[in-house]
């Protein structure tokens, strides 16, 4: 299958997913297409992740900035674990924020925010992040062998490459996604070499255990257009050869 065509699949499962949730009243924006939906149950799902002993363990989460998973980000600072939360569309040099209960000058309800952390946390570079026990992504669509899809922007895939390169996560770091159960499918979905896994999916009523860890070891740039890597400055600094590396 060319990588056209795994778009074009990717893309027509999207939208029969954003479909779904609107004709059953699942998603709390209006119009959930082209984004991450934010999807009814989103707190219920957050409180089930954390009955689980990997969320109840970890100590740093790096988590997404999306609004479905807004409940997880508050619940994790209100249990004074550190949160690592990406700038949309990695689009500073220091892309992510630092939120750490020690230290916030906001309740974590406004902190855990994109808006909110924007106003509030400084920002920190791959270099400068600790370790992450566990990472919390958004997904369109995820079947129970833990292939996700995204929105179609590809940055979630890119946070966890950079990561990987960073040395920051290993094989002990656990990926959860939270998401109505209209978004787990019982079908094979496509995936490509930059694609990552996701060990957990937890739904308001349900978590699922997927199979074997599925990660890229860094960055494939080859996959990555010169106008992506323009746009993300921390990629830009890491492009080969650049004069200065």
């Known amino acids: ?21 609107e004709q059953h009243n699942a998603a709390l924006d209006t119009d959930v297409h082209g984004r991450i939906p934010n999807f009814v149950g989103a707190e219920a799902a957050a409180d089930r992740l954390a009955e689980l002993p990997v969320w109840q363990a970890s100590r740093v989460i790096k988590a997404v900035p999306d609004k479905a998973q807004l409940p997880a980000r508050v619940r994790a600072l209100r249990e004074n674990k550190v949160v690592y939360m990406a700038v949309p569309k990695l689009a ?15 309740p974590p309800d406004v902190a855990a925010s994109s808006q909110g952390a924007a106003d509030v946390a400084p920002n920190v570079g791959v270099d400068e992040l600790r370790p992450i026990d566990l990472i919390i992504c958004g997904s369109v669509a995820v079947n129970r062998d833990g292939v996700r899809l995204g929105k179609g ?67 494939i740039w080859d996959h990555l257009s010169p106008e992506k890597i323009a746009a993300i400055p921390t990629l830009a600094a890491r492009a080969p050869g650049r004069a200065d590396q």
Not at 3 to 19: F, L
Not at 92 to 102: A, E, R, V
């Open 1 to 21: 299958m060319t990588s056209k065509n795994v778009d074009d699949a990717k893309n027509a499962i999207r939208e029969r997913i954003w479909d779904l949730l």
């Open 92 to 106: 500073k040099q220091h892309p992510f924020y630092l939120l750490d209960p020690t230290t916030l000058p906001v």
């Open 153 to 219: 922007a590809g940055y979630s895939d890119l946070e966890v490459a950079l990561l990987q390169e960073a040395g920051v996560i290993g094989p002990d770091t656990v990926i959860v996604t939270t998401v109505h159960a209209l978004q787990v499918v019982d079908t094979a979905l496509p995936e490509t070499e930059h694609d990552f896994s996701v060990d957990l999916i937890v739904t308001p009523d349900e978590v699922i255990r997927c199979g074997p860890a599925r990660r890229p070891a860094g960055l």
